[in-house]
């Protein structure tokens, strides 16, 4: 696909009767008459501009702005301090930031390669060497499966991005243990993308030894290492620390977050959101690698010392919630456990941890949520009768009582069909993805006069940004449903990026500049929490509630 130009555009439906030419010139007054009234006003006005001159001028979008909507970019200077970074997890996500590093094993260049050769429009392999040199060496991996331990090495020596038989460079040293990694005076920064049982632990072990820390979300697997690793983030402040929630890149969230802050939707009481995935990926039924064994699989590393699965035995009893893990299975080797963790407590967080943090992060984003002041949950398994103890359909509804809203998120690993993320006001509703639409309520207070000038037809979008739509080789539901969220590009001045890369420049320009990220410490406090009351709330079939004073969940 050719880069596409950003996109602003304005769709009313043209006027059928006889009178359109003088309905139109009347419309086209209306705009300039309301040109300044707050908000809408300049937004109208805008898109008729733009609208007028998009034949001559496709960058007509730069005449309508709130103010910048994208996110800060610059490029990494090519005489910046080498960040030496070592990589621990190269399963799905490790691979994937490694690629945001600009990384990865010469058979993915060489699948890019052929891809373009086969569908000149598809530009990933283009994009990929292109992508921005962000002057890191790769010099230790880790990974507890011989075969991805092994690609993790290959990966860190394509420092050409060359695909089959090409050049590569000196290989970074592959550990057999995490805490090895640490220990290397050759590592300056982590990347975390081990299971979710290990998030916690990794961060703050990886604290200790002085490293920067870039964590796979969710930042925790249970509720007391939430607050230990905020304590020890927070006693370390020289430490750049960064949650890995890549949607904090996507250009259309800052407008979003600008138009709500604007007033443009009225009062907002109902956030709206979910997840609905249906292959096999899409419910973490990951394929099991052949090369897979008792062997080539460090089991013990995997499953934890004894005094942290006892931590987690102690944690899950007090909690009443014993029944949902299985301590006699975690001597016993096991491929699906290995490959589909996701899929059982004893290393899981299952939809909370996983899926609906993407969604509470992004309404955090624009609407600065914090943390619910209660949480409510159902759900089960209802679907995929394979031995999972995490459920596949999850319904869970936040309660923000001093902002005077209620955010609710379900899921379905069942379905695919697709549903946006919706913001409701008294005076219009938002959705959100890599798109953005403002849709004018019928009944709306602010926008009366011109609902009844016929300037906005209440029920259509009014106004809709579209940064970018392509969502070239993306085939699967969950690629699908990643893409539509804004979870794998985003546009930033009409240029395509991918959303893992400039989450990750982040977090190094930041290391460079001694500034903090976009996802740090405290965002990654909030996001666990919440995920944690929701989590608890289906497990306890109780509502769980947030003592502010306190810093605590509670029954009561």
């Given at each position: 696909?050719?880069e596409?130009?950003?996109?602003e555009i304005n769709?009313p ?6 009178s359109?030419?003088e ?11 309301i040109?300044?009234?707050p908000?809408?006003?300049a937004?109208?006005y ?13 960058n007509?979008a730069?005449?309508f702005?709130?103010?910048s909507?994208?996110p800060?970019?610059s490029?990494?200077s090519?005489d910046a ?5 070592g ?5 799905i996500?490790g ?6 590093l600009g990384f990865?094993i010469?058979e ?7 891809q373009?050769?086969?569908?000149s429009s598809?530009?990933?392999y283009?994009?990929?060497?292109e992508?921005?040199?962000l002057?890191?060496?790769?010099t230790?991996v ?6 991805y331990?092994?690609d993790a090495?290959k990966?860190?020596?394509n420092i050409?991005?060359?695909?089959v038989g090409?050049s590569?460079?000196p ?8 805490k090895?990694?640490?220990?290397a ?6 990347v ?7 998030h916690?632990t ?11 820390v870039?964590l ?5 697997w249970?509720v007391?290492e939430t607050?230990e690793l905020r ?6 402040p ?5 949650l890995?929630?890549q949607?904090?890149q996507?250009?259309a969230y ?7 802050e604007?007033?443009l939707?009225?009062k907002v009481s109902?956030?709206?959101?979910g997840?609905?995935?249906n292959?096999?990926n899409g419910?973490?039924?990951?394929s099991?690698h052949?090369d ?6 460090d089991w ?9 699965i ?10 009443g ?10 001597d ?6 290995f490959?589909?963790w996701r899929?059982w407590?004893?290393?899981?967080t ?5 899926l609906l ?12 949520l914090?943390i619910?002041s209660?949480?409510?949950s ?8 394979d031995g999972?103890?995490v459920?596949?359909v999850?319904?869970?509804v936040?309660e ?5 809203f209620t955010?609710l998120?379900?899921a379905t ?5 697709s549903?946006s993320r919706k913001?409701?006001?008294?005076d ?8 953005l639409?403002v849709t ?5 207070e602010?926008?009366?006069?011109q609902?009844?000038q016929g ?6 979008p009014?106004y809709?940004y579209?940064p970018?739509?392509?969502v070239d080789?993306?085939?699967?539901a969950?690629e ?13 001045s009409?240029k395509r990026y ?7 420049k982040?977090?190094?320009?930041c290391i460079r ?10 965002q ?5 929490i ?6 608890r709330?289906y497990?306890?079939?109780k509502t769980?509630y947030?003592?502010k004073?306190?810093?605590e969940?509670?029954?009561e």
């Open positions: 696909m050719e596409e130009e950003k996109k769709n439906e043209e006027d059928k009767n006889s359109a030419k309905v139109s010139q009347g419309r086209r007054d209306a705009l300039k008459a040109a300044t009234v908000v809408l006003g937004m109208a805008g898109v008729y501009r733009k609208k007028k001159a998009e034949t001559s001028n496709r007509a730069e005449m702005r709130f103010g909507s994208s800060a970019y490029q990494t090519s301090k080498v960040i030496r970074v990589i621990i997890g190269f399963g996500r691979t994937q930031l490694m690629q945001g990865a010469p993915y260049v060489e699948g890019l390669i052929g373009s050769r086969i569908n598809n530009t990933r283009q994009e990929f060497k992508q921005e040199d002057r890191v060496v790769i230790a880790c990974d507890i499966f011989d075969t331990g092994n090495v990966a860190g020596a050409h991005r060359e695909g090409g590569l460079g290989d970074p040293r592959r550990y057999l243990h995490y090895e990694l640490l220990a005076p050759d590592v300056d920064a982590v975390i993308a081990s299971p979710d049982h290990w916690g990794m961060a703050m072990d990886a604290i200790r030894a002085g490293k920067h870039y796979e979300k969710p930042m925790t249970t007391p607050y304590s020890l983030a927070k006693a370390n020289h430490i750049v620390f960064q890995g929630h949607n904090r996507i250009e800052e407008k979003a977050r600008q138009i709500f604007k007033g939707l009225g109902l956030i709206e959101t997840t609905n995935r292959d096999p419910a973490w039924v990951y099991i052949k897979a064994n008792p062997k080539t699989i013990p590393q995997f499953e934890g010392d004894p005094d942290r006892k931590e987690y035995m102690d944690y899950m009893t007090s909690a919630l014993l029944k949902y893990v299985g301590p006699e299975s975690r016993k080797f096991s491929l699906e456990r490959f589909r899929c407590w004893d290393y899981s299952g939809l909370s941890g996983d943090t993407h969604e509470y992060d992004a309404m955090n984003q624009i609407l600065h914090g619910p209660s949480a409510s159902s759900g089960g398994v209802y679907f995929f009768k999972r103890t459920p596949d999850l319904q869970t936040f923000f009582k001093e902002k005077e955010m998120y379900s690993l069942a379905n695919q069909f549903r913001i409701m006001g008294h219009a509703t938002m959705e959100v993805g890599n798109t639409t004018v309520d019928p009944q709306s602010q926008y009366r006069k609902i009844d300037i906005v037809k209440p029920g259509e009014f809709t579209l970018g739509q392509s080789a993306v085939s699967t969950t699908r449903y990643f893409a539509e969220r804004g979870l794998l590009y985003s546009f930033i009409g991918n959303t893992t890369f400039l989450h990750l982040e977090w190094l320009d500049n001694g500034k903090q990220p976009s996802c740090g410490i405290d990654g406090f909030e996001e666990a919440t995920a944690h009351m929701g989590t709330a497990l306890e079939g769980m947030w003592d004073e306190k810093e969940i509670t029954r």
